[in-house]
């Protein structure tokens, strides 16, 4: 691969700093560089600077990349996702803001498990072209990892035909994909009313094989009293944890505090949703260094008020995350710069603080801090030209995904046209 430059850049976000999760005041100082430029070799960045700095350094065949005075970015990396499903749930959407909620629908047998159904009867050839389609939104959003979980399969033989789609989509090399199995994230059809013969399932079958086969980096449940109690969710995540999985979860996004002080408890990378944890909550997951990956998107699609309490959270030093949720029920979005206005409007986050919880901060909560979610010598060359003057106007001209160039690897994956 030849070498890259990319210049006139109004500013370069390099998120250069510790080589750790950001907290506090540091989630604040993202390292601009005015009139900045990168240098390219072989998918990894050589350097970083400002444009006289770079300039002398180019060699004759190097492909020029002009920003057009631009703001460059890293690609955004989305730490929750549900990207592998069959249709939609459109007709529930609609039914949800006339006033059925959300539960209701749930206990009716509606919800994750109506998409369940549909996603069994689906081929794996056809989860991929949909899962490839939205793979094509991600990246028109700047993003260029995603965390991507299974969970509309609920049997062994459909949570490992999702787990293959996900592979597929990593092995196209556009967007990358970190895998999570989440065969916890509801209890199927046939096993209503017998949750603990669907946990036997879980731990004797489908978790044994996703790890001897390596479908997942990680195991994530939906640890909700009305789903999986916490008693239960343990169980899941203990056997999960002795097979060498990570742990992530989806806590509180209904009820305090159970999902919180399990993730404390197992030492888990991620508590996520935290819509309804009591400060005591938080205060445990500040105290296992467990890292909170926030969702107003979810929160917003809900048509819900609830949003989760972000700038406690920040002043008590945790190094909060932000991503979309991606899902056909709660958050059909999977645009990152619409989670930034969200952020700014609802958890009063600062536009340097919601870029660094969806870059930097996200990919240490997925293992992957020390090669992305920053621009700095040696990393993967994961960037993003964005339509802006300033990395503020990101959160502030909303309903709009500005990316114009997406590069991963040094190649670029997107380019915006007008078509
Ligand atoms: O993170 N709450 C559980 N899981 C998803 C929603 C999944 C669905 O409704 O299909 C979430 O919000
Ligand atoms: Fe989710």
Not at 162 to 167: D, G, R, S, Y
Not at 224 to 250: S, Y
Not at 367 to 382: N, W
Request: proline share 6%.
């Amino acid at each position: 691969m030849p070498e890259l430059a990319v210049w006139n850049c109004s500013q370069l976000v390099t998120l250069a700093g510790p080589a750790r999760p950001r907290t506090g005041p540091e989630l604040r100082d993202l390292a601009v560089i005015p009139d900045g430029a990168l240098l390219v070799r072989d998918g990894r960045i050589a350097a970083v600077g400002t444009r006289a700095q770079i300039e002398p350094q180019l060699s004759a065949s190097a492909e020029i990349v002009d920003a057009g005075g631009r703001i460059v970015l890293p690609g955004f990396v989305d730490a929750h996702t549900h990207p592998v499903f069959a249709g939609t749930r459109a007709d529930e959407f609609e039914e949800r803001m006339q006033g059925t909620s959300y539960a209701e629908i749930a206990a009716r047998g509606g919800g994750i498990r109506s998409t369940v159904r549909r996603t069994r009867a689906a081929t794996l050839s056809d989860l991929l072209a949909s899962a490839r389609r939205y793979r094509d939104w991600f990246l028109r959003g700047g993003t260029t990892t995603i965390e991507a979980k299974s969970g509309y399969g609920l049997s062994p033989e459909s949570e490992l035909k999702i787990l293959h789609v996900i592979q597929s989509l990593a092995a196209d090399g556009a967007l990358r994909y970190v895998p999570t199995f989440l065969g916890a994230h509801e209890v199927p059809d046939e096993y209503r009313g017998r949750t603990d013969a669907y946990i036997d399932l879980l731990l004797n079958e489908m978790l044994p094989r996703v790890a001897h086969d390596h479908l997942a980096e990680y195991c994530d449940v939906f640890c909700e009293p009305t789903v999986f109690p916490a008693p239960k969710a343990r169980t899941i995540l203990q056997a999960a944890q002795r097979l060498g999985l990570g742990l992530r979860l989806h806590a509180d996004q209904f009820t305090p505090d159970a999902g919180a002080l399990l993730a404390a408890e197992l030492g888990a990378a991620t508590a996520d949703h935290l819509e309804a944890t009591s400060p005591a909550g938080l205060a445990a997951l500040q105290s296992a260094h467990v890292q909170p990956v926030l969702l107003p998107a979810s929160v917003y699609a809900l048509g819900s008020a609830h949003y989760p309490n972000a700038r406690r959270m920040i002043d008590l030093g945790l190094a909060v995350v932000l991503a979309t949720d991606f899902n056909p029920g709660s958050s059909p979005t999977a645009s990152m710069p619409m989670v930034l206005s969200l952020a700014a409007t609802q958890l009063k986050m600062t536009a340097a603080e919601s870029i660094t919880a969806a870059t930097i901060n996200a990919a240490y909560s997925l293992r992957r801090g020390h090669e992305i979610g920053s621009l700095e010598t040696g990393k993967l060359a994961d960037f993003v030209i964005h339509d802006c003057d300033d990395y503020r106007e990101l959160p502030y001209f909303f309903g709009r995904d500005p990316a114009r160039a997406v590069f991963v690897g040094g190649n670029c994956i997107y380019k915006f046209s007008q078509n």
